[in-house]
């Protein structure tokens, strides 16, 4: 019998410390509904561009859907290396993606540029190619809204380039 009161309170004690553990007044990161949302920044961002649902964008190819580009992925990688006027360069070699968001009206905005060699390690690269690919990525008009569920809606939408010694080789998706 005494066994099972000292056990009684070991329980207690340990159900009494987990009661209190939960009800601590934690400080709540603010998070996104998915992994690649991207947030308004005021120091990077063109505040006249306008998302129609800001509590939710779509992630690039939700639900099969693709890439969204008049003239699909082939008209796409035309217009961008016509437009790529850069001399190739040794040693610009790596992976530049550009992350942004297509609003149910078809228009861009929220540009985010990661660059990486190609081992998928940071890499800053020449500033005058990564600007360069930003600026063309940002030109592009032929996005087109994603029209779904009788409801048009924002898309993330992201574009990596393959460079070797400053050629593009590849552009995904």
Known sequence: MIKVFMYSRVLFVILYLITLSCSEDKKQEPYFNDLGEIPFDGQLDDKNFKVCHEDLTIPFNYGGFGLIYEGEKKKLVETIKEKFNYPQTKGQTGFI????????????GRFRV??????????????NISNEILNITKGLDGWKSLE???KAWDVQQYLTFKFEDGVITDILP
């Open 97 to 108: 993606t550009i992350r942004f968001i297509i609003n149910c009206e078809g228009k861009t």
């Open 114 to 127: 990661i660059e990486m060699d190609l081992n998928l390690k940071v890499k800053k690269f020449d500033n």
């Open 148 to 150: 779904r569920w009788e």
